[in-house]
């Protein structure tokens, strides 16, 4: 294979099944100095699903709805890593404006994912393939759940197992989570509606903003200091930009 073709494969699928040939075709005549443009056009397609080839508007809308899902996922694990371990104080750790972030997150995932068709073989597909992926993360987070309360006393030792376990348990069901979401099939559920993801993308952006903010204010007034706060409550901005690059696309390919 040569290294166009290899490069042409970071696509997403339903571009490379439109327009691989002509990119193939450009990155060959344009040699290495097309490169650098391959690499950002494809980081750049996968942050903008929406506008992907689609057959259906409601393909659009089910792209969005797993990319905000996974946004907003994320930010929901980069934000609990920031109150643990006492990185940020306990004053901005149970603020209002924290409190008001997670409702308004869950809330938006909510809002955001396709629901179930009401038919008993989609119910068991779902049912089916939500255990499969999920069997895994939910048998470590049980373990780790049932070591830390029969221990009567925590060594140093068992405590940084327990908490690597916790959040690989954590981390590896909200990927497989994100998987299942990615991989819904449309005769198994329903695209949610444009009002119910535009309010769904909207409090999930909401939410990245507030607690973004909030991390990144404890850094300013409350005197937190470290690298790490700093990262996350950049991160979180950054996931919110991502949401509203999302709403644009949404706006833009509706006004058409």
Do not use: K
């Amino acid at each position: 294979m040569s290294w166009a073709a290899r490069l042409v494969r970071l696509y997403p699928a339903s571009l490379r099944s439109r327009w691989g040939a002509g990119l193939e075709d450009e990155a060959r005549a344009a040699g290495w100095r097309r490169l650098p443009n391959l690499v950002v056009g494809a980081l750049d397609m996968w942050v903008h699903p929406v506008v992907w080839p689609a057959d259906s508007a409601a393909q659009r809308r089910s792209r969005a709805s797993a990319l905000v899902f996974a946004t907003g996922l994320c930010g929901w694990l980069l934000g609990h890593i920031a109150v643990e371990d006492s990185l940020l104080p306990e004053n901005v750790v149970h603020s209002w404006a924290a409190n008001i972030s997670d409702v308004l997150v869950l809330a938006g995932l909510v809002l955001v994912v396709p629901l179930p068709r009401l038919s008993v073989r989609a119910m068991l597909r779902l049912v089916a393939q939500a255990l499969r992926r999920l069997a895994v993360p939910v048998v470590i987070g049980g373990a780790v759940y049932v070591a830390a309360n029969l221990s009567t006393a925590l060594s140093p030792g068992l405590r940084i197992t327990l908490l690597a376990g916790w959040w690989l348990a954590l981390v590896l069901g909200s990927v497989q989570v994100c998987t299942v979401v990615a991989g819904l099939d449309p005769e198994d559920v329903v695209a949610p509606e444009p009002g119910r993801l535009w309010w769904g993308i909207g409090m999930v952006a909401a939410a990245l903003a507030v607690g973004g903010g909030v991390v990144l204010w404890s850094t300013v007034v409350d005197g937190v200091t470290g690298l790490l706060p700093a990262v996350l409550g950049g991160a979180l901005l950054v996931l919110t930009v991502l949401c509203g690059w999302t709403l644009r696309d949404l706006y833009t390919l509706s006004a058409d």
